[in-house]
């Protein structure tokens, strides 16, 4: 399809194959745009999710009290409907309704204009998702967690290292493959983010907030221009496999390196 | 660790509170009336706004009934799922026991192609989708539905079934075999049973995935196949927003997830464990 440019006047027709729709995309300023809020949004928003759901794991890893309600309340956000979510995170950062401005202003810090700058809407967004998708990192690290050999760490632990050296040099090293499938899977899924933002910000305030799913969904079926949305997609697939690829190919290394 | 670390119940509290937050607030926004949602912060039921039941009068009966897109729900998730599940604990099943090749493909690069669907934007092929189901007389139906979750869960249903599978010991299979059982007997009697917690772990992440997915939904489906996340979008209207339709929506579409993770959160731990080893 992104070859040819389909015209939705007279049902679906397909016309002469071109290379049209890559011409213009390459030179399309809001393509790239919308490239450059994905990946950083995805390199902020799984950094810190990894950290995070790591932490909390290590936190939940030992026999605790209440335990188990902790596990059920973390893992909740990421069963809701990314709709929901969307839904959800504006109500919270409605600035006069919402219950988060108005605390914020009752103890002196001001009110942050979330959706309403680009700057704080991008934020806005990565912590939205940083809230609906720790979970999943929290819930794999800590079932990693539990499968820990015994032995190594009791071993570590008679050699009087602290508990930072412990999670340094023992814990980490044995989670790196985990950890290597996991984010993967996360940032792969990040990519295509979709109904969270396009209920949230709408892609806005003007563009700040449209990743390139949103960008072809834009072109594509508001803009009736199915070819350069079709154009669109394929780009980001390349995108993505070409990062996707390389992110292994760097784990795979550097996983050698440790090991070695 | 036999030393006290209360101190842990301090990002614990303070993570729970941010996770409860939104939640809350959805909790009793889904009782609140335009009043006592547009003038300012109300935090407390009866202290600061009175509670009503209208919008769950108005879904659960009223003009804006959830019954319908409840049930293509149900039926769209639960079935598409129990394919998905059946073929691809089968199809892991074979990859994680026998050895495949393919011209120059082998197992893992078998395995590295089906998961590799999963780094494919959905909105890649929404288009052709669409254009397809429209040839084909399958837009907004169920069944058509039904296809497209099936396909795009069974990467992840194979991938984390192989994983659960490679790590039941073969012993025990290969001596179900000495005593004369097919090959299917030792599937479906010996191995299944025993990946019983990958098997649900796997359940609940497509059926999560099934039962909240948006972007299919809402370019496929218009009427007669519309799921719950669409029916939430939509009371976002002409007449303005719905907020508390949305909220008591959101609440029934997590009500059956949360209550499957809670029986089964042990099991989730211990299965989902699995899949992250691969």
């Known amino acids: ?260 | 660790m036999n030393r006290t670390q209360n101190w842990r119940y301090i990002p614990l509290v303070a993570w729970s509170l941010l996770v409860a937050l939104p939640l809350y607030w959805v909790l009793i926004t889904a009782f609140k009336d335009t009043t006592s949602i547009y003038n300012g912060a109300r935090w407390l039921p009866w202290v600061d706004f009175h509670p009503t039941a209208s919008a769950w009068h108005d879904i659960l009966g009223g003009a804006n009934s959830v019954y319908g897109p409840l049930y293509h729900s149900l039926v769209i998730a639960t079935v598409s799922t129990l394919i998905a599940l059946v073929l691809g604990s089968m199809a892991g099943y074979g990859l994680a026991r026998y050895r495949l090749k393919a011209l120059w493909f082998k197992n893992n690069d078998i395995a590295f192609w089906i998961v590799s669907q999963r780094i494919m934007p959905p909105v890649v092929v929404v288009l052709a989708f669409f254009i397809l189901y429209k040839n084909l007389g399958l837009l907004d139906t169920i069944p058509g539905m039904i296809i497209v979750y099936t396909g795009f869960t069974l990467p992840l249903t194979t991938w984390f079934m192989e994983s659960y599978f490679k790590q039941v010991p073969i012993d025990l299979e290969e001596a179900a075999y000495i005593d004369g059982a097919s090959r299917m007997v030792v599937f479906l009697r010996v191995a299944l049973p025993l990946v019983t917690p990958g098997l649900i772990a796997t359940f609940l992440l497509a059926f999560s995935f099934a039962w909240n997915e948006f972007l299919f939904a809402v370019m496929l489906t218009s009427e007669n196949a519309t799921t719950l996340p669409i029916v939430i979008a939509v009371q976002q209207g002409q007449l303005g927003t719905s907020w508390w339709n949305i909220c008591a929506i959101s609440l029934i579409s997590i009500a059956p997830m949360t209550i499957v993770a809670i029986v089964l959160q042990k099991r989730l731990v211990t299965g989902l464990l699995g899949g992250a080893l691969k």
């Open chain 1, 1 to 260: 399809m992104s070859f040819s440019n389909v015209s939705t006047d007279n049902g679906l027709t397909f016309g002469a194959a071109t290379l049209d729709n890559w011409r213009t995309l390459l030179n399309d300023s809001s393509f790239w745009d919308s490239l450059k809020f994905t990946i950083l949004f995805v390199i902020i928003a799984v950094t810190l999710e990894y950290f995070i759901g790591f932490g909390l794991a290590l936190l939940l890893w030992r026999p605790i009290r209440f335990g188990g309600f902790f596990r059920v309340l973390f893992s909740i956000p990421m069963m809701l409907a990314p709709v929901a979510i969307g839904f959800m995170f504006r109500m919270i950062y409605d600035q006069s309704n919402g219950p988060v401005d108005g605390t914020l202003q009752r103890i002196g810090l001001g009110q942050p204009p979330w959706l309403a700058q680009p700057h704080w809407a991008v934020a806005s967004v990565i912590i939205m998702d940083i809230w609906e998708w720790t979970p999943l990192l929290f819930l794999l690290l800590l079932a990693g967690l539990q499968a820990l050999p015994e032995d190594a760490l009791e071993a570590a632990q008679l050699d009087g290292a602290s508990g930072f050296r412990v999670i340094t040099s023992i814990i980490f090293p044995i989670l790196a493959p985990i950890s290597v499938m996991v984010v993967f899977l996360r940032m792969v899924d990040a990519f295509t983010v979709f109904g969270q933002i396009f209920l949230l910000t709408g892609g806005g305030p003007g563009t700040a907030t449209t990743s390139t799913t949103l960008f072809a969904f834009f072109q594509g079926f508001q803009n009736f221009n199915v070819s350069y949305g079709a154009t669109i997609a394929l780009a980001l697939l390349v995108i993505v496999t070409a990062i996707a690829l390389a992110y292994l190919a760097t784990a795979r290394f550097l996983m050698r390196r440790i090991e070695a």
